[in-house]
């Protein structure tokens, strides 16, 4: 009876639910970004389309989605520093583990920062009649 | 137990060098996005009132200085391509037939070109002024 493998760089606990995070955090911006090239492209058609659109950027719904976009980003953005450096640092596979904890801590740092400011931002906005 | 097959057709050597550029590409161009994006939250999203301060006179006025232009060009480009090989690498992942990876990945090549030549486009064109009614309020259209 073979014995269960051991956790590995990409198999198994922090290495591999970072790599199933990166995924689904990629994804969705990537689906992000297609729909805000194209709602950015209308200030070259129509500004008041273009003002239109923005206007749901600061909407209830899509103004606290925006919460969960800018947090897939800072995820994306602090384990794709990991990724390089579990490449190209000499020890990075070494301290994996341990760089996967400072990319949650940093990501929450600055969340945290992020998001008391745009929930106040946003329901400005919400009062103001958007 | 799960064993990983041994793979028995190797890539070819064009094919090798496709992937090695294309990995090279995923790491040199997610930190310039780290930058980029970073910045451009911090900007737009942060900054004097957050997202309150979005209009199209806002966009005009980054846009009047064409350091904003090409920042905004770079991550186009950068995000556009980074995104596209991700969306790549996850279909040839999970992608068992040929012919649905095939027309998976061509349509996510397709897309990508479209929305690269549509905000570079909008970008390299823009016009402050393409709406009278609108840009009144700007002094540039005066």
Known sequence: ?130 | MVVIETPRSPRSRKSAKFERYGWLYMRFSGVALLVLIFGHLIINLVMNGGITQISFAFVAGKWADPFWKIWDGLMLWLALIHGTNGMRTIVNDYSERPMIRKTLNVALWVVCAALIILGTLVVTTFDPCVDSSVSHTLSVCK
């Open chain 1, 1 to 130: 009876m073979p014995t269960k493998p051991a956790g590995t760089l990409y198999r198994g606990k922090t290495g591999m639910w970072s790599w199933v995070l990166h995924r689904i955090t990629g994804v969705a911006i990537f689906f992000f970004l297609l729909v805000h090239t194209l709602d950015t492209a209308l200030v070259r058609m129509s500004p008041k389309d273009y003002d239109l659109v923005i206007a749901t950027y600061k909407g209830a719904i899509i103004g606290f989605a925006e919460l969960g976009l800018v947090a897939a980003i800072l995820f994306h953005a602090l384990n794709g520093i990991r990724v390089i450096l579990i490449d190209f640092w000499s020890k990075g596979a070494k301290y994996q583990r341990v760089m996967f904890w400072v990319v949650i801590a940093l990501a929450l740092i600055l969340f945290a920062g992020f998001a008391p400011r745009h929930i106040a931002n946003v329901i400005h906005d919400i009062e103001l009649g958007y």
